[in-house]
């Protein structure tokens, strides 16, 4: 889950481009380093290209190297950030943010829209570099404000966090599937829960009913309840999502609160599974398929039969063999 998010910023230092290159960075240092000691000129070098070496290999995401201003003065007016790159910025995984720049310390702090708590990991920080790690809890567009030691603002800016993706990789061909926890928070995180420790794979589309919906994610080869669902979850049907075709939502029981891991994804526009009122909530959408509805509506055409005392079950399995979040 990769992906190179980068930051708007909006602070006093100069921020340079992340295309600057390594050369132009070491002849600015060169000029320094001449203007420190030339008496020990060759071992002030040597230590500057070991610097060097530790930041490219965390794959060069930082734009110079270099240092403070040798120690002199109030250790913590010397810290500055040139550099803010997102590695990992997915809904529900840990992101790893990336901070270079110069005499950074484990005891800056940052606050963020982004996710709760975030902190700065210590075993993978140095004073060129410093690593943020967090569970990200939002998307969209999301404030990242970073304080030195001494309470000094050293960045300001915002991160942009895209809406959860997941492929869903089945018999007949891949989904892909894109969720909305903005509007469905519990049915998104109950569903990713799911995802996450691989529940989904060898599960099938047990329930098919042309013109109608496409249902998933319960039983496995001879419509076999699946062992390790969670406790179901409270009904988000009121969220002003509809059931209207290739949207993606919660299978439950007459129960309203009774979802747990199965899911269906409508053929046809359904209005008759929105929300009307309390006395007939209706059915929580929590996503929809961006990709694949052609494999969705393949699923559909497949001949069904009664199976175990379940009707409309495909003649053969339409198994899914890999469900993963993409972004």
């Given amino acids: 889950m990769y992906s190179g998010w980068c930051f708007k910023t909006q602070h006093a230092h100069s921020i340079h481009p992340l295309n600057i290159s390594t050369e132009y960075a070491l002849s600015k240092r060169m000029q320094r380093v001449d203007c420190y000691s030339r008496k020990n000129n060759e071992s002030i070098v040597m230590a500057y290209f070991l610097n060097c070496a530790t930041v490219l290999a965390f794959g060069a995401v930082l734009t ?17 950030i040139t550099t803010v790159q997102a590695r990992t910025l997915s809904y529900s995984q840990q992101a790893v943010i990336v901070v270079g720049g110069f005499d950074l310390r484990n005891t800056m702090s940052a606050v963020t829209g982004v996710c709760k708590n975030p902190v700065f990991n210590e075993a993978q920080s140095a004073p060129q570099l410093a690593i943020i790690n967090c569970l990200v809890t939002a998307t969209g567009e999301q404030p990242l404000t970073i304080l030195g030691s001494n309470g000094k603002v050293l960045y300001s800016g915002t991160v942009a966090v895209p809406l959860p993706q997941v492929a869903v990789v089945t018999s007949e061909g891949s989904i892909t599937l894109e969720l909305n926890p903005v509007a469905a928070p519990i049915s998104v995180d109950n569903f990713l829960a799911y995802v996450k420790v691989g529940f989904y794979r060898d599960t099938l589309f047990h329930r098919v009913i042309a013109n109608f919906v496409a249902q998933a994610g319960g039983y496995t080869s001879g419509i076999v309840k699946k062992p390790g669902q969670r406790a179901p979850i409270a009904l988000e049907s009121n969220n002003g999502l509809l059931n209207t075709r290739s949207t993606l939502a919660m299978a439950r029981t007459n129960v309203p609160n009774s979802a747990t891991s199965e899911f269906y994804i409508n053929l046809i526009d359904n209005a008759f599974l929105d929300y009307k009122s309390d006395a007939n909530p209706g059915y929580a959408v929590f996503g929809k398929v961006i990709k694949g509805m052609d494999v969705v509506d393949k699923i559909a055409a497949l001949p069904t039969a009664t199976s175990n005392g379940f009707a409309n079950v495909p003649l053969v399995d339409v198994k899914i063999q890999l469900v993963l979040q993409i972004q």
Avoid: E, M, T
């Fill in 64 to 80: 110079a190297c270099g240092g403070g201003n040798g120690g002199a003065g109030n250790l913590d007016d010397n810290q500055q």
